[in-house]
């Protein structure tokens, strides 16, 4: 079984920044699902889940939502098993329960694939709130 954890979440004044973690307990991913795509998705009161972005296991390959293009990054750590979200330039628009999810097997990554009724594993979540 793969748990997914997150943590970074916090109040942010807009214009801020934060970075989101997201590891995966007692197992290496790499050996343990073959390839994949790892990434995030949120989801705002009131709202459903919506794709923010990912990055495929091999990292040839990346996806960000429009909304996010360009104040958001992706990266992995392989050595710490551990994906991030560096957000910059957050907007009170961004506040929502952000969400850590693996799809496998998986080559690579789009906005065609990256769609959440397709994730395999799923963290509980980490709370960003955007205010003044």
């Known amino acids: 079984h793969l748990d997914l954890v997150e943590s970074g979440g916090g109040l942010v004044q807009p214009g801020g920044s934060l970075r989101l973690s997201c590891s995966a307990s007692?197992?290496?991913?790499?050996?343990?699902?073959?390839?994949?795509?790892i990434g995030w998705f949120r989801q705002a009161p009131g709202k459903e889940r919506e794709a923010v972005s990912c990055?495929?296991?091999?990292?040839?390959?990346?996806y960000y939502a429009d909304s996010v293009k360009g104040r958001f990054t992706i990266s992995r750590d392989n050595a710490n098993n551990t994906v991030y979200l560096q957000m910059t330039s957050l907007k009170p628009e961004d506040t929502a329960v952000y969400y850590c999810?693996?799809?496998?097997?998986?080559?690579?990554?789009?906005?065609?694939?990256?769609?959440?009724?397709?994730?395999?594993?799923w963290g509980k979540g980490t709370l960003v709130t955007v205010s003044s």
């Open positions: 999810a693996v799809d496998t097997p998986k080559h690579y990554c789009s906005k065609y694939v990256w769609v959440s009724y397709s994730m395999d594993y």
């Open positions: 007692e197992v290496n991913l790499d050996t343990y699902l073959g390839p994949y795509n």
């Open positions: 990055i495929s296991s091999s990292e040839d390959s990346t």
